[in-house]
């Protein structure tokens, strides 16, 4: 498995940024796609973002496309998702997930064999 730790979480305001990152360890970057999933409360766990394992293929959800993106860096071991133009139904616990399907992307939490611990996003209106 992957250890998946996820930071730059926090507090802002209707129209702002963030960029979360997602710092791996345990297997090399090249053997797994990497995922973004966020929970809100009271509400199922949901597809954000996902790449491949070299970063040639990225897919978004409907509710993100053209205000957030997903990108990795190898070397550093670190997936990141910007999230420009952030709105209050954003709000929720971001979580990145790594899986051993690298080829392609996938959007389904099952498909998915590691997860991080979450980190929180709130914005306010």
């Known amino acids: 498995q992957v250890q998946l730790v996820e930071s730059g979480g926090g507090l802002v305001q209707t129209g702002g940024s963030l960029r979360l990152s997602c710092a791996a360890s345990g297997r090399p970057p090249s053997s797994y796609g990497m995922g973004w999933f966020r929970q809100a409360p009271g509400k199922e766990r949901e597809f954000v973002a996902a790449?491949?394992?070299?970063?040639?293929?990225?897919y978004y959800a409907a509710s993100g496309k053209g205000r957030f993106t997903i990108s990795r860096d190898n070397a550093k071991h670190t997936v990141y998702l910007q999230m420009n133009n952030l709105k209050p139904e954003d709000t929720a616990v971001y979580y990145c997930?790594?899986?051993?399907?690298?080829?392609?992307?996938?959007?389904?939490?099952?498909?998915?064999?590691?997860w991080g611990q979450g980190t929180q996003v709130t914005v306010s209106s």
């Open positions: 997930a790594a899986t051993q399907q690298r080829i392609g992307v996938r959007e389904h939490p099952y498909q998915y064999d590691s």
């Open positions: 790449i491949s394992w070299n970063g040639d293929i990225t």
